[in-house]
């Protein structure tokens, strides 16, 4: 499972990495906008952010049991009370770390469909949401610096991660 902020790539790398494993790869927010008919930014919109978190909590719960699958869901699911605990023990997890610049410098223009960088300042909202996720995202099994980096050259590092099996487990307290 790939986890990080937005603008980390979790939607390029993803795919990269599963081609690469021969596995599938799944974009939690395509699901949502492709099952709820709507994009992202007109959930938090016409629903609000709680209902958004709702149906991605429910929706990357079921396919985080899914084998050969790498899954992306956004950058926000950490913050679910027991998110990360939910997941099966059988899930790696991979921290895409971006910088803040750099996360901001990737979506410009695309802003718009970020509804919670979407404000005056991005820049100065997207360190302060890092800052508080950060601790979450830093539970992952792996971390993955993605500044400066080619998705593929990313992808290949997590394929490889994965494909040895090591989950950072009990052997590693
Ligand atoms: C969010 C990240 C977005 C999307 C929504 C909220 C967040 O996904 O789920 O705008 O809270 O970080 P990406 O991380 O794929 O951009």
Redesign the pocket.
């Given at each position: 499972m790939l986890l990080?902020?937005?603008?980390?790539g979790?939607?390029t790398i993803g795919p990269l990495v599963a081609e690469r494993l021969g596995w599938r790869f799944i974009?939690?927010?395509q699901e949502i906008m492709r099952q709820e008919g709507m994009t992202?930014?007109e959930l938090?919109r016409t629903r609000g952010e709680e209902a958004?978190r709702a149906l991605?909590n429910r929706l990357t719960a079921g396919l985080s049991c899914h084998a050969r699958t790498v899954l992306?869901?956004?950058?926000?699911?950490v913050?679910r009370p027991g998110a990360l605990d939910s997941l099966p023990d059988s899930a790696c997890t991979v921290w895409l770390r971006v910088s803040p610049e750099e996360a901001v410098r990737r979506l410009r223009g695309t802003l718009d469909?970020?509804?919670?960088l979407a404000g005056a300042d991005p820049l100065a909202q997207a360190r302060e949401?890092l800052a508080q996720?950060e601790p979450l995202y830093a539970r992952a099994h792996h971390i993955v610096d993605v500044d400066a980096r080619a998705p593929e050259d990313v992808a290949r590092q997590i394929a490889a991660l994965i494909a040895t099996g090591d989950h950072g487990g009990d052997e590693e307290g």
């Open positions: 990080g902020f937005m603008g980390a979790k939607s974009d939690v927010d992202i930014a938090f958004f991605e992306a869901p956004g950058g926000g699911w913050l469909d970020r509804p919670l949401l996720r």
